[in-house]
């Protein structure tokens, strides 16, 4: 009989994993085999270097990973057979899951993407594990956040086409964008991008709203997906702060392209958090705190921290962090007023804030909400009153960079919208910041070619194959919506009388909105009046 | 600056050059200090369009809903061509008032600014 075998420590397990599996190659070129790692300019010398925090292995990794999905299961099932969807604090909840299932799950398997073509390009076997580990934990968000949200859709609209909304709604080409932009750079821009400037920097603005807000607002399943993804979100953050400091150490030529992605990466990443900032603020029933808190705790505080640690690098903050500063006092509202106006051509519907909610909003923003906000709120209220809702009919022009609608205003002047504008081979670009027109100015070859749906719109591609141009009764932007997949009534439009709110108040006997009366009585007083 | 790519000589096509709307050009159109419409509009239109016509059948299915639209008098109209003052013809086109595609139209409505102090 053999006698027992060693078990490995785990040290020593990791090294054969990562430094063991490597080998050189005897007839083929370095070069050949991983082409992608020389054309952008960073120099690595020493991948042996690449030191994974958590040194995790593959039997460690299933195991941990088998645990998690097991727990989270068991809740989703109880929350299901119990009618957990009746539980949430509103039925305007829901329509913050709907930014959640139609734009972050494409996101996810986006990133999923991203990182198998990372683990595949870089040399050193460390990085290729630790980005395979990633691409696997991303494919799993993207399935548990389906599972979590699925039993919603059962009961709710708008839930039901996400990749489908995904690819083709006019405002998520945001998030699509933001990330086919990392995905077609190298790898190095791509890790720099999504690890650090994402992950390791915004990543907390996304989950904490998401996750607390879900979890004040009684919704058990999401947040049971939320803890499931906390320790991954912890490696990936960890693995961002790695990538980061193995590229500077490495070489100092590094340092100047780092920044520039940092710059460029910051910048996309906030301008994508917007959405964020308008869901924490307008879409969560019980809020969890205001975008500006938010925006101060962990970018102001945690990110200044963290780039003052950075200086020995030579890295400075990002650049525009200051404009930043100045749009957490406006950003949530000039998104929400967008949003209003554009209801009908939306996945959910849209709410003008109660006089509740009003009053919150002005003692979170003391200087801006009553200046510049509430009097919109109550002009709109007044238009509504009358029985002529304010509804804006035409499309937006777009920032060519992000996507969104030039829809800020200037940094120092909240009345007047912010346009910056650049030619470029005789051809006019418009950009909502120089930010934007920064990232342009560096790679005009790459932007020039941005797939921006109010221009695909108006070149006619944004029509079913069904649909018949040259009908008289022809209407492109009716046929462009249902391109989309958004049926008017049914996703977006107001959410007084939406389907969501009225099937509501039926099942559950709450308000609609919990800031809001009932928005129609209960049976036995329509029989009285009756 | 230009992008670094794997292969040298990488550029995009152009996406939305004037030959792809099929006659018609972008024009955008700000309305200055009346923030109700959050973002400039962007529609496509016909160089040969007279600038009056533009004024005069475009602007009020872009803006009409706002209650200073009724009040304004064009002859007033303060008006800048990607970001520089000009004074358009009104009977001339929009390519002969040099209006090209993807051009901005900026607005101020002497008088006119918006509601309620909030330039909305």
Sequence with gaps: MNPPTKKLSLKENYALLTRGLGWEPSYEKHEDIFPHVQFEGIKIHDWDRWEDPFRLTMDAYWKYQGEKERKLYAIIDAFQQNNGHLNVSDARYLQALKLFINGVIGLEYSAHRGFNMIGREFPGVGARIAAQMQAIDELRHAQTQTHALSHYNRYFAGMAEFPHQFDRTWYLSIPKSFFEDAISAGPFEYIVAICFSFEYVLTNLVFMPWMSGAAYNGDMSTVSFGFSAQSDEARHMTLGIEVIKFLLEQDPANVPIVQRWIDKWFWRGYRLLTLVAAMMDYMLPKRVMAWSEAWDIYFEQNGGALFADLARYGIRMPKYADVTVKEKHHASHQLWCTFYQFRHAAGFPVWLPSEEEMDWFSAKYPDTFDRYYRPRYEAWRAMDAAGTPFVNATLPLLCQTCQWPLLFTEPDDPTTVCHREETYLGEKFHFCSDGCRDIFRHEPEKFVHAHLPVHQIYQGHYFRPEADPTAPDFNPLVEALRYMGIEPGVDGGDFRGHIDAVNWEQWSHRPASLHEPMQTPPADEQRKTA | ?120
Excluded at chain 2, 34 to 57: N, R
Excluded at chain 2, 62 to 78: I, M
């Design chain 2, 1 to 120: 600056m230009s992008v670094t790519a794997i292969r040298p000589g990488y550029h995009g096509d152009m996406k939305d050059t004037v030959e792809h709307f099929h006659g018609k050009q972008l024009v955008s159109l700000w309305w200055d200090r009346h923030l109700m419409y959050a973002t400039p509009l962007c529609v496509p239109l016909p160089p040969q369009m007279p600038f009056g016509a533009l004024v005069e059948q475009v602007l009020p299915g872009l803006f009409g809903q706002h209650p200073d639209f009724a009040k304004v008098d064009w002859r007033e109209a303060r008006w800048q061509r990607d970001g520089q003052p000009f004074d358009p013809a009104m009977e001339r086109s929009l390519a002969d008032n040099g209006i090209g595609h993807k051009a901005l139209l900026r607005f101020r409505t002497p008088g006119l600014d918006g509601l309620h102090g909030a330039c909305f």
